[in-house]
T-cell receptor
């Protein structure tokens, strides 16, 4: 079966601190995609990044960076120099594949609520 | 470009009433997804369509829930009769090509059943 685990339910940091959100996944597929979404207090879900299973290069986008390690089935997300506007719930998700999931849907983790205090 | 549009944004109704949620996907997207978000269960897929055809409805909780996609630009999720436990935020999302592309979400419908 496919599964995404975000063990950190809530994290609280002070502005300008670095913070890493953990994501561990399970799948039997050899080809799959991983995603991160942000849900700010206003409630919408915003796509942040997609990574395919064949590309283990780390990615950096401004203050955001992602570390994908197939050996540990992890896809962690780091925010550098956090800001109050980063306060949100962050979801890690895995694309459905041929085993234990539909071809199209996303399997979401439970999310990590990040609070950045001034 | 317009994103996924959902209506209404908020719905409050009494138990037993029929509820209809609406979604307009992004033009050109051939996959449409309905999700439900609750504190207890998180984000869960209810049903998805490909080219207007329902592909997987295994997440639909029970017969009280039904979804249709009469054309490429419109979908509905109906609950009849509604129950308090149906209270949740319902999201519609769309994308091209299914599982390999990011899904673009609407702003959601916050449903409260009294």
């Amino acid at each position: 079966a496919q599964k995404v685990t975000q063990a950190q339910t809530e994290i609280s940091v002070v502005e300008k601190e670095d913070v890493t959100l953990d994501c561990v996944y399970e799948t039997r597929d050899t080809t799959y995609y991983l995603f991160w979404y942000k849900q700010p207090p206003s409630g919408e879900l915003v796509f942040l990044i997609r990574r395919n299973s064949f590309d283990e290069q780390n990615e950096i986008s401004g203050r955001y960076s992602w570390n994908f390690q197939k050996s540990t089935s992890s896809f962690n997300f780091t925010i550098t120099a956090s800001q109050v506007v980063d306060s949100a719930v962050y979801f890690c998700a895995l694309s459905g594949g041929n085993y234990g999931g539909s071809q199209g849907n996303l399997i979401f983790g439970k999310g990590t609520k990040l609070s950045v205090k001034p | 470009d317009a994103g996924v549009i959902q209506s209404p944004r908020h719905e409050v109704t009494e138990m037993g009433q029929e509820v209809t949620l609406r979604c307009k996907p992004i033009s050109g997207h051939d996959y449409l997804f309905w999700y439900r978000q609750t504190m207890m269960r998180g984000l869960e897929l209810l049903i998805y369509f490909n080219n207007n055809v329902p592909i997987d409805d295994s997440g639909m909780p029970e017969d009280r829930f039904s979804a249709k996609m009469p054309n490429a630009s419109f979908s509905t999720l109906k609950i009849q009769p509604s129950e308090p436990r149906d209270s949740a935020v319902y999201f519609c999302a769309s994308n091209r090509d299914g599982k390999y592309q990011p899904q673009h979400f609407g702003d959601g419908t916050r449903l409260s059943i009294l």
